[in-house]
């Protein structure tokens, strides 16, 4: 498919995603080294576990936003010693969304899954504050020396 071709239908899934609440994302904001943006992880964790945030802030008075990005990177890199062959142990984005990243006593949810019933408000207010965010393509962009 000619990108002539494939910019309409790239347009038409933007909008499906913006107009069910997804977010427009912008390439400046793009932590390309994390594969994600920073600003809506953090504000995700900072707004969903307050408690958990201010301890973990506590363990790290100085740049409290730059630790838990490393956190997050090496969780994204962690390996599971018990899954059956290489390919099955790396975590990704799929085993950090669906695992807490722990670190020093702290404990952190990075997305909040649909809950079955709405019995717990709680649970139903962390939902509803997940952070989707869609992109167009994103520009390489390379520096020459």
Request: charged share 30%; with cysteine; proline share 4%.
């Amino acid at each position: 498919m000619s990108k002539a071709n494939e910019l309409p239908f790239q347009n038409d899934i933007i909008s499906q995603l913006l107009a069910n609440g997804w977010l427009l994302g912008n390439s400046e904001k793009y932590n390309r080294e994390l594969a994600l943006y920073s600003e809506d992880l953090l504000g995700f964790v900072q707004e969903t576990q307050p408690q958990q945030w201010q301890k973990f802030c506590a363990l790290y008075p100085n740049n409290a936003d730059e630790k838990f990005l490393e956190r997050v990177a090496n969780q994204l890199n962690k390996t599971d010693p018990n899954a059956a062959n290489k390919e099955m142990r790396t975590f990704g984005t799929l085993g950090v969304l669906r695992h807490e990243i722990k670190d020093r006593n702290t404990r952190f949810r990075l997305c909040q899954f649909k809950p079955e019933h709405d019995l717990n408000p709680d649970t139903l207010a962390r939902y509803e504050k997940n952070r989707c965010r869609v992109a167009e393509d994103f520009r390489l962009v390379v520096a020459s020396t």
